[in-house]
């Protein structure tokens, strides 16, 4: 799903030293890009046994929308979410850069058991049969079971909202789940229309996997087709290692870990604090007063390197910085592939990666990002900044300029502030206009799904990682998936895309991925920015810490 969470960080070097055409242009003029720094500065996590009692201060820079994961659209909130819900399975982790951390084990198979006990595929992996731990009680008292498994499922899919969309990989028509069957107290079976190897990672994603109570919920307003529950929206139903305490929108959600889970987490009480402002964030990670910082702009949390006050460190992601073009009726210049070709030859990579991103990423161009098992840098290579190319593109469009248009962002993503500004000054060079607009994070999702009203900036990469997933939910031609967010339809590249849900052998597979990728570079559908990895400051109390997509709180802990 997608939008997907920000992470942004400068006070110093923000918005404002991006502004003006003359520093634009310095980023376009900037040498080779600077190699990742991520971790520098620290060799590990306070030595210190973790304090099960402690209280977690955690600060990030964008709220969340809902503390419904089934009705999320990004990556930010199912993980936070995830804190008060549970889930079928769980990816593995591996070690991080720095001692004392891990992170998200990337590998399309990375996956292990969490409430269910086993799993087994059968019937050429069209079945899925799960185990569930015997057991389980959800903080109302009542069994977590089959049942109750299969009721969540099904609420997914009668809700058809964010849940839903993961859930199917959006092969809805028809859909890949042909049933969801409670066949014993403690046994799921689901029965798919086609291998499905991609579910496992699916099931471990609280959007698509959160299991609720259901008499909870239907004393709450039930399900209806269609239509978010309020009530959950700002309480929860779930069984996970956390009981939500206290919830003020867009401001505070506090968490206390739950007696009865059968995996204690390492840390008491979580208070997450949402401050879109980046100086604030700056501040309470150099004074101490949050234990760990989420949302910086990058030019901020660097320069915290070797400051006593904590550990700034970076993660693999399956995210990627990408500025859309939605070729729609509202922007028909976005509907020229030269003009948008010219767009894309005179964005300042190198700078941006420097000057935005402080080397904690990679540049590309193309749709697999190289944080991929599958990516192949001799297809998506980064785009070199050609100004005389991107001008004769132009002539080529026969775009007329002046031609304007707004670049939207959504509110507290301090980098995508910064990329959207420094592309605007760029590509002031060719008589185009672009507008820099933040927005609410609700405004912006209807920009991106429904309106389609301008460019936008975003962190952008799927829950699951498989390509058939990626491409699925991010590219596949209209009207099959909604989150096509820039409307891109390659007919060639969707029939290569479903080949390679059912293809297994190599070297087939992957030159049908490759194929696709040239496909969408071609088109060029966005800018693909640079390839993030996750930046969190550390404070100095704290002695465990993962780094997901999806951030998994479980885990974190402090002396």
């Known amino acids: 799903m997608k939008p997907i969470r920000r992470q942004g960080t400068g006070p110093q070097g923000g918005v404002a030293a991006l502004a003006g055409i003359a520093v634009v242009l310095l980023l376009a003029a900037c040498g080779s890009s600077s190699s990742s720094s991520s971790s520098a500065g620290s060799s590990g996590l306070s030595n210190a046994a973790g304090n099960p009692n402690a209280t977690l201060i955690v600060n990030n820079s964008v709220p969340v929308a809902t503390l419904d994961p089934g009705l999320t659209t990004n990556d930010q909130d199912p993980g936070f979410d995830g804190a008060m819900y549970s889930t079928l399975t769980q990816v593995t982790q591996v070690p991080g850069k720095v001692a004392g951390t891990t992170e998200q084990n990337l590998a399309i198979t990375a996956v292990k058991p969490y409430v269910a006990q086993s799993y087994a595929y059968s019937n050429g992996s069209r079945t899925l049969t799960f185990q569930i731990r015997p057991g389980l009680k959800f903080p109302s008292g009542d069994p977590l079971d089959a049942k109750a498994v299969v009721w969540s499922i099904e609420r997914d899919i009668k809700l058809e909202q964010g849940g839903y969309s993961v859930l199917e990989e959006t092969d809805y028509t028809p859909p890949l789940i042909k049933s969801v069957k409670a066949t014993g107290p403690l046994t799921v079976v689901f ?8 579910q496992l990672q699916v099931l471990s994603t609280p959007t698509a996997g959160a299991i609720y109570d259901p008499k909870l919920v239907e004393e709450h307003g039930g399900v209806k087709k269609g239509s978010p529950n309020e009530w959950l929206a700002s309480h929860d139903a779930g069984y996970g290692p956390y009981l939500l305490k206290s919830y003020s929108a867009n ?35 150099q004074s101490g007063a949050a234990d760990i910082t989420l949302g910086l702009t990058n030019q901020a949390a660097h320069s915290l390197v070797g400051n006593a006050c904590c550990t700034v460190a970076s993660f693999k992601s399956r995210q990627a910085e ?12 976005f509907k020229n592939q030269d003009f948008r070709q010219a767009l894309s030859y005179a964005f300042p990579y190198e700078g941006v990666l420097q000057k935005v991103a402080y080397g904690y990423g ?5 749709e697999w990002m190289p944080s991929y098992s599958w990516y192949d840098p001799k297809v998506g290579a980064p785009r070199p900044t050609d100004i005389t190319k991107a001008k004769e593109l132009l002539a080529k469009s026969g775009i007329k300029t002046p031609v304007s248009f707004t670049i939207y962002v959504g509110q507290g993503d301090n980098i995508g502030k910064e990329i959207a500004t420094a592309a605007a000054g760029a590509w002031q060079q060719l008589g185009v206009n672009a507008k820099v607009q933040v927005v609410s994070a609700a405004a912006f999702l209807e920009v991106v799904y429904t309106n389609h009203a301008g460019a936008s900036v975003f962190l952008d990469g799927p829950q699951v990682v498989a390509p058939d997933y990626h491409w699925a939910y991010d590219l596949q031609c209209p009207p099959n998936n909604q989150f096509n967010d820039t409307d891109v339809c390659i007919p060639a590249a969707d029939k290569l895309m479903k080949e390679v849900a059912i293809t297994t052998q190599e070297p087939g597979r992957q030159e049908k991925i490759n194929k696709a990728d040239e496909y969408y570079i071609e088109a060029t559908p966005r800018v693909w920015v640079y390839d993030s990895e996750l930046v969190a400051v550390l404070g100095k109390n704290v002695t465990s810490y993962y780094s997901s997509d999806l951030p998994d709180m479980r885990f974190w802990a402090k002396g």
Not at 264 to 281: A, R, S, V
């Open 191 to 198: 029965q798919y229309k086609r291998p499905a190897p991609n």
């Open 251 to 285: 401001h505070q959600l506090v968490l206390e870990a739950n007696p009865s889970f059968f995996e204690p987490p390492k840390t008491k009480k979580i208070i997450l604090n949402f401050i879109p402002d980046n100086e604030t964030l700056l501040l309470d990670a």
């Open 322 to 333: 990408t500025l859309n073009f939605p070729e729609n009726a509202k922007n028909p210049f």
């Open 362 to 366: 990679k540049l590309y161009f193309g």
